[in-house]
């Protein structure tokens, strides 16, 4: 199976067994984005946790090609082990991530270390902020500093470029794309981002967005599946149906079926997504954009606005958006 790509690899060597192939076409054709998903989540697990309890010399390093090539001296250890758990730790009242980078010289025998560190200012910092800064700090491309990462932060900023590309779907979603590449390149997190963009442009044109999220979320969520839950408690819903943790494969159909549950209701929408707690911020921030999409600013309440700590300056950046925008119209 090959997760990444969310498909059957091997149909050509499974032909010598007539029991092999037929699994594996009952299992391609029932298996849906959300079971792919699910099993992309658990190798993700399994390869960090072997990772981590690997015997150091049975391991089949790949180096980075400036390496191979000569060119280089240093190597990082997540570069090598990209699965292995962050190593984090506290002191006094700063949180600090730990990166090490290790000689690989032809020619040299040390077993030294160089170490560096860096504080993280948030209590809680994203795990693609620090695999991001962590490959930055080495002198990484930025455009290439992201990492493999399936958590719905990824689908944080996808409806402010929505916006800013309102009526330009098709430059909105390759915009999207190589947005979303800075961070996750894991495929289900763009599989999302685009379903997401292309709903959110399409009520922006005019769509209705329970419809719309039929059309274009259907990798993620049916009519089926909003029918069944429609009938259950939301916390059932988001708490045993699917988890209300940060992973896209719960995540994001969590989203769908609150747009789709509360579509005509920005107000009730928003405060049972924060009521059901998990990844509620991000979760919020995906929710409150196809809603948002939906209602207009004039649906929403004032209070959500004028209570803001920044509110002023989120206007003026608003503002300064929209001019922007406007420049670069044809």
Not at 28 to 42: C, Q, R, T, V
Not at 70 to 76: E, K, N, R, T
Not at 188 to 215: C, Q, Y
Request: charged letters at 25%; hydrophobic letters at 40%; one cysteine or more.
């Amino acid at each position: 199976m090959d997760l990444e790509k969310c498909e059957i690899a091997n149909f050509g060597k499974l032909k010598s067994d007539p029991a092999s192939i037929t699994v594996a076409k009952a299992i391609a054709n029932e298996i849906s984005k959300a079971d792919w998903n699910k099993l992309w989540g658990f190798y993700l697990g399994a390869k960090r946790y072997l990772t981590e309890h690997a015997d150091p010399d049975q391991i089949d390093a790949h180096f980075p090609p400036d390496v191979l090539a000569g060119d280089g001296s240093m190597v990082g250890y997540y570069e090598i082990l990209p699965y292995a758990k962050p190593v984090e730790f506290t002191l006094g009242a700063q949180t600090w991530l730990l990166d090490d980078q290790h000689c690989v010289r032809a020619n040299c025998s040390c077993q030294e270390a160089a170490l560096s560190f860096f504080e993280l200012r948030d209590t809680y910092v994203e795990e693609y902020h620090r695999k991001f800064f962590t490959n930055y700090a080495r002198g990484v491309d930025p455009r290439k500093c992201g990492g493999t990462d399936i958590h719905i932060g990824g689908l944080a900023h996808v409806g402010v470029l929505c916006a800013f590309f309102c009526g330009k779907p098709n430059i909105g979603r390759e915009a999207v794309r190589e947005h979303i590449n800075l961070t996750h390149r894991a495929p289900e997190i763009l599989n999302a981002a685009d379903a997401m963009t292309r709903i959110i442009s399409a009520v922006l044109g005019g769509s209705g967005l329970r419809e719309t999220i039929f059309e274009y979320g259907s990798d993620w969520f049916s009519k089926r599946k909003a029918e069944q839950w429609s009938r259950e408690p939301d916390e059932v819903v988001i708490g045993h149906r699917v988890s209300p943790a940060c992973y896209i494969a719960d995540a994001f159909p969590a989203s769908l079926y609150l747009a789709w549950k509360y579509a005509d209701d920005f107000e009730a929408g928003v405060i049972t997504n924060a009521n059901l707690g998990g990844d509620n911020c991000h979760r919020g921030a995906v929710l409150g954009a196809m809603l948002g999409a939906a209602a207009g600013t004039d649906r929403m309440p004032s209070r959500f606005f004028n209570g803001l700590y920044a509110a002023t300056a989120l206007r003026q950046l608003v503002d300064e958006l929209l001019a922007d925008r406007q420049k670069s119209a044809p």
